[in-house]
């Protein structure tokens, strides 16, 4: 029974990988054709397409080697803060920018103690 459980849940998981990169391609090709249309690009587009390229690298890593390394994830957060920073323009509230910095800023300690953590000191997925 919990093998058919884990089966099901594997194959969910698969499914909704497979939809999220689906999805991730077809928002790329609506973005680049909003680009096209605007005959113009900026800063933000290409904030958002690398998003895009960053979500399907990571589904592309998971089919690969059955793992998403954390950093991945977290590179998209920080690129997501930017853009919104980007977005907001020069009108924002001073504090808020605060606020979105020191998120990038936490975002960026996090990667570098899990890069640099002790290989042998903690492992969250086992080949088992």
Do not use: C, H, W
């Not at 690298?57 to 998971?62: A, C, K, L, R």
């Not at 690129?79 to 919104?84: D, E, G, S, V, Y």
């Amino acid at each position: 029974m919990e093998a058919k459980i884990a089966s099901l849940i594997n194959f969910a998981e698969k499914l909704l990988l497979a939809s999220i990169a689906l999805l991730a391609i077809f928002a790329t090709g609506q973005e680049i054709l909003t680009i096209v249309e605007n005959r113009s690009i900026e800063l933000a587009d290409l904030l958002l397409l690398f998003i895009y390229t960053e979500v399907l690298g990571m589904i592309g890593i998971f089919f690969v080697s059955k793992r998403i390394p954390i950093t991945l994830p977290i590179f998209i957060a920080i690129t997501a803060i930017t853009r919104l920073i980007i977005l907001q323009g020069k009108d924002m509230d001073m504090i808020s920018l605060l606020y979105e910095s020191g998120a990038i800023l936490i975002l960026s300690l996090a990667i570098l103690a899990v890069r640099f953590r002790p290989k042998n000191y903690y492992s969250y997925q086992t080949d088992d």
